[in-house]
């Protein structure tokens, strides 16, 4: 039997390097993820703290947590979904690595100081441990970042062209320049 008269023309193309996450590759995705869930945990530890010794200490801890958590959060949905190519972001990775250097830094001396000033109940140090145990994640994806897209990260553009762009004039575009009257 001969083919049908009619093929359809357009076949799915089925690309076996297309990204199921995003912008993100399986460890970027794993890390996010994880970095997401437990900074969640430390926000719920710390909001089940009754009482305070210090409680500048433990709001600092609780704006931590709770930024570290929402923010990540916002960047896992942006950075694992189509959504980020929609967002004006020049650089998902510089953006990436600059957010989650500055919480892992916060993240750590929150924890330190939380845990340094607190009444020594077991909810106030699981939060503490749990806000070290995301410092040490934030701080491996930094490190991850760093290993697998630092040329994009540190990536410098010269905004001064080595040769000046060649200058194509309509005619009729140059005559209204200089004033003249078709």
Known sequence: MTDPPYNPTTTPVMDSKANKFGHLDIWGF??????VLLSFVAFVLEEVVATCNSCGVLYFFEFV???????????FILLASPLHKKVGIGSWDRLDFGYTLLISLLFILASILFLADNSGSDLETGAGVFGLISALVFLANVAYLLLKRRDKIFKTTDKTPSTPPAQVTNPEEEKLRNGENA
């Not at 794993?30 to 970095?35: A, G, N, P, Q, S």
């Not at 947590?65 to 960047?75: H, I, K, N, Q």
């Open 30 to 35: 794993i890390l996010k993820f994880v970095e």
């Open 65 to 75: 947590s709770c930024t570290a958590f929402l923010f990540t959060l916002l960047l």
